[in-house]
Structure formats: structure tokens, C-alpha cells
């Protein structure tokens, strides 16, 4: 609560600033121009050719689930299309959250470029950057759990819409604002599109002919499943956990994953509705564009059905593809974090970055001038798990029940095998730990690692039943 206001008095008082520096900005541009003009003998400086920058962010949309990124059932080939010539980052997190609803700090980390566990900052924000950089921008997504008083410097932002046409939140509604954006825009200004629809979230809406499309019985189910995750995680009952029953089976997680794969076909179908309107403006090929997932989502895997956890394919990792002009084609294993798209756009797109971001900018990677930007990369929910990874190994470690876990995922990308109780892992397990406790301090992390009375590991869904979200399908869910 207290961060949110700080977010909006900062955010007023970045407003307040703004004026001067768009005024010595505008007296700085007439200098560098004035020359030009009095050779040229024109009034107008010529529009910028700056690229439009094309964000398209769903919402809890898996690290794998996208056609192109090799996902062997999901139909995505607006995107695939789109992103053919891009270039993947296939390790891309989240850095984490305070609260279940992990899409929050992750849509505030996207307009900050700062770490959710340090106080906010006073760097601008992306709306604020991409303004000051002349960009004609706007954000239409959903507004639940997202910093709708971050998005105000845009200059159009739309929430949830609730026309009689379009259902609640559909991909639909903020595909037809960002289209008609595009046409009252395009040629004007550079353009910033932010199209971010509730898909595929629970409860994983698409109309029916996508429904139609995807059959449990064909669905695999995924290798590391178990119908109840082992030990207390920390969270084991929140609201996503419920949106299926104990025990998990093969006919519940089959049947949740056609229909997300469903949503996912929507969205993308209405992300075909985008890119057609760029095309007919004239304004395709001079983009930027820049897909990705807020958050990612496990489906059965170690008997989870949230976002509410740091495996990996869990909560917080998410798919990452750049795609334009300058970009090669290309996949890099790279661990990156999803915030870092803000000072990489800018950078991509020759806006100055701000100083002081805690991101740090993709550009040398995308341009082939260093292989990586981090050794290590940590991630963090609640005060219940934090995770530490380098290219082969992960540690995770749950202080609540002081627990840690090992994984080799070179040998076990699945992590099925906890190595954490062999002899042989101390070594490795002091090593991660000791770097654990350091990165986490790096980023504002103050909950600690070890708690005095820590809780038994067994754990049981008791009462909480699951399920019931499901019922509700087309009905608003309550959001986490
Ligand atoms: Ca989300």
C-alpha cells in the first residue's frame, strides 16, 4: 500500500519536473536544427526516423508456449510469423514478488527499471521516456494488477473495457484501441504500442472456435507433473493453486492446458489483427517489436497450477523475443531479466537510457558484442522462496522450512533430482548460498534466508478444496 502511494506522489512530482526538461530539450533541438533550417530554408525540422517500438506482453503466457519457440502443440502463427527473424532469449525471469498476484511488481518493474524490493525510485519512468523521446504512445491491457498510475504519461492509456461488444478484458477490445491508435497516428510521431490483454490468464478466455482447436486427449502431459507438490512451499493454497482440485490428475491438468492453449491461440489471432494495421499504415517495417509474458505459470508441473513459485517454466520465467530492424535472427541462453527491456528499447531505439536503472540494457547481446550481461541470476517470491542460477546449477531455498534444494539443470532441466542431500552437493550448496545472500542484497532483498522457528514441510490442501476458479469460466476472476 505505502509503495503504491509513494508511486503516485513520485510520479506526480516527475511530472512537475518534466516541463523544464522538455523545455531545454526543445532549445537544445532548435540549436542543433537552426543551421539546417536556414540552409534549407524550411520551416519544419523533417519528422523523426526513429522505429515504433511494438510491445506486445501477455499475460501469464509461459516461457515455451509460443509456436516458434518450439512448443510442440500450441498454434501461435501470427507471432511465429512475426518473430521469425528474431532473436530468443530463452532464459529470461521475472525478478520476483511480494504478493501472489506476481503480475504487479512485474508490470511496475517493465515502467521502472528498478528492483520491486527497493524503495521506488525517482528515474523516470518508461511512459515518461518514450514522451520526452517524441513517441506517440499508448497502453491498452488489463488494469488489474497493473500500475495504472505509472501508465498516466502515455498519451492514451485504457484499462479493462466493458463495451457490450467486447467481452470483459478481452485481447479483442485493446486490439481494436491500439488499431485505431495506429490509424490516428501513424506518420505523425514515432509510435510506442504497449498491447497488453488479460490472455491467456485463468480463466483463459477465447471465443469458441478456439476451444474447438485443442482436445485434452491429444495433450501430453508434462514429464515432471506430480499430483501434489511435495513439501510446503510457502504458498501452497493461494487463489491460483485452487483454480484446480487436489489430487492434480491427468484429465484436470489436460483439460486446463487446453484451454489455455486456446486463450494463447486467441491472443495471438488478435495480435495478427495488430501487425495487419502496422502493415496498412505503412509502419511495419520500421518497428521494433518486442514479445513477451508479465509473468510465467506452471501447469502441473511438480504439482503446481500457479505463478506462485521460482521452478523453472514456474512463476518467473517468461518468454523474450526481439524482433526488427538491426536485430539478427537467434537464440541466446543468456540470463537476463524480463525489466531490462526498458533501457534496452531505448537503447535499440536511440533514446538516452535513464541513469541509474537497476536493469541493465540487452543492446550488447542483441548486437552480438558480448555473450552476457549477468553470471548468476536470482529470483524471489514472498518471503517464502528465493532462487539463485548460473548456467548449470540452481539452488533454491525455502527459509520458512529450512529447507534447500539442488539442481543440476544441464543434467535434470526439470529438476527432478534434488541433489541437495548428497555429500557431495555441500560444497556446491555453500558456494550458491554464500552467493545467494549477496545478490539478494544487491537488489534490496532484506527477508532473510534462515528464520528462527521454522514450519514442519508436510503440508495438506485440507479444506481449501480447488476448483472452483474454473467454474467461473467468462466470469471476471478474482485477480492474483
Ligand atoms: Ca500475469
Known sequence: MNRSLTMTMKTKNMKNEHPKRLI???????????????????????????????????????????GILGHPIVKTPNVDKLLENGLIFRNAYVLGSDSAAVCMPSRTMIQTGMSYLRKHPTTPTLAQTVKAAGYASIRSGKGGNNPNELDVDFDAH??????????????????????????????????????APHEPHDPQYATEEFYRMYHSADIPMPVNFLPYHPFDN????????????????????????ARYYASTTYWDAEVGRVIAALKEAGQYDNTIFIVAGDNGLSLGEHGLIGKQNVYEFGGMQVPLVFAGPGIKKGETHALVYLYELYPTLCEL???????????????????????AIRDYLFTAYKNCQ????????????????????????????HEMNDLAGKPESAEKIKELTALLEKTRKEFGDKAPLVVPNPKPAAWSPGKAGGGKTDAKKGQKPEEE
Open 24 to 66: 531545454a530539450g526543445l532549445i537544445l533541438s532548435t540549436l542543433l536544427i537552426a543551421p539546417f533550417v536556414s540552409i534549407h530554408g524550411e520551416g519544419e525540422p523533417k519528422a523523426t526516423t526513429k522505429p515504433n517500438i511494438v510491445f506486445l506482453l501477455a499475460d501469464d503466457l509461459r516461457a515455451d508456449c509460443i
Open 158 to 195: 485504457i484499462d479493462d473495457g466493458k463495451g457490450p461488444e467486447t467481452p470483459d478484458r478481452d485481447a479483442a477490445f485493446h486490439a481494436n484501441n491500439i488499431i485505431k491508435f495506429i490509424k490516428e497516428n501513424a506518420g505523425k510521431k514515432p509510435l510506442f504500442l504497449y498491447y
Open 234 to 257: 510457502g504458498d501452497m493454497t493461494v487463489r491460483d493453486e485452487r483454480t484446480l482440485p487436489w489430487p492434480r490428475t491427468k484429465q484436470s491438468v489436460t483439460g486446463k492446458l
Open 349 to 371: 531505439a536511440g533514446i538516452s537510457v535513464p541513469t541509474g536503472l537497476d536493469a541493465k540494457s540487452l543492446a550488447p547481446i542483441i548486437k552480438g558484442q558480448q555473450p
Open 386 to 413: 528465493r532462487s539463485i542460477r548460473d548456467n548449470r546449477w540452481k539452488l533454491i531455498r525455502y527459509p520458512l522450512i529450512d529447507k534447500t534444494q539442488l539442481f543440476d539443470l544441464q543434467a535434470d532441466p
